[in-house]
């Protein structure tokens, strides 16, 4: 199972660019950022790209009802993002999510020639991941449930008569305190979202229970063991009391391959 380190795009890019520093020269497999809407996500992840050479970049992920594939392609080039290095993630909310997803994708594989991530929470968009995309990922779940969603996926990919995709899993990392109340704070930001207050009742956890919040480093690996075979990648969003470059260092070595 590989491991990823996830960042809020919108912070410090001082942050950014010593985080996937670390994270490359730890054996990391991918570093990422979110697309937040007011932030542009792939701005953000271009100091990773400049700061990097070998580590795959991802984008986790960008709305394609907000911003359309012409201006996706378009940001991409414009921050010279590495194609081959890129795992460039994209999703879409209901209604007609699942039209508009697959009509991302094929607009996107005409105009990239990248690796295309689609984001999967309910059976249908696994299905189709499994069916016309590169990665697909998982956000807010249960190691349990990310097999269960996996499943829908490879049934996508054996419809389609291809392989299954990527399986990767955003899984938020705290370590201590002041990071461990921050987890429950976004925990109840993403229950108040329709799918994912839906998606919670569904697995019977409260979304802080998907998390890896530990009050020390040292439960770190026993908490990742849990995932293993669940997912090929691992993907651990930082959530920090104070978002500081020595707060994301420890997490980083703390999670590392």
């Not at 942050?15 to 007011?38: D, K, M, T």
């Amino acid at each position: 199972m590989a491991h990823g380190f996830a960042l809020y795009a919108g912070v410090a890019p001082e942050i950014i660019r010593a985080s996937a520093r670390e994270a490359e020269a730890l054996g990391y497999q991918s570093f990422w950022v979110n697309h937040p809407g007011a932030i542009d996500g792939l701005v953000s992840l271009a100091h990773a790209a400049r700061d990097t050479r070998r580590i795959e970049l991802g984008i986790g992920v960008i709305p394609v009802h907000t911003r359309g594939p012409e201006s996706i392609a378009g940001g991409v080039t414009a921050n010279a993002l590495p194609l081959d290095r890129l795992l460039l993630g994209v999703g879409s909310p209901n209604p007609k999510s699942l039209q508009r997803v697959r009509d991302g994708v094929a607009d996107l594989r005409a105009r990239l020639s990248t690796r295309l991530i689609v984001a999967a929470l309910g059976p249908k968009m696994c299905r189709l991941a499994g069916e016309i995309a590169g990665g697909v990922l998982f956000n807010w779940l249960t190691p349990e449930h990310a097999r269960a969603s996996a499943e829908e996926v490879r049934a996508g990919a054996k419809a389609a008569g291809r392989p299954a995709p990527r399986l990767f899993a955003y899984v938020r990392l705290a370590i201590g305190p002041a990071g461990m109340a921050k987890v429950v704070e976004e925990a109840a930001r993403y229950a108040a979202i329709p799918a994912y207050g839906a998606n919670f009742t569904r697995m019977g956890v409260k979304p802080e229970e998907t998390a890896i919040a530990v009050a020390s480093a040292e439960a770190v690996p026993a908490a990742i063991a849990r995932w293993r075979g669940a997912v090929d990648d691992v993907v651990f969003r930082a959530i920090t009391g104070q978002d500081t470059i020595e707060e994301n260092l420890v997490l980083l070595r703390a999670a590392k391959p």
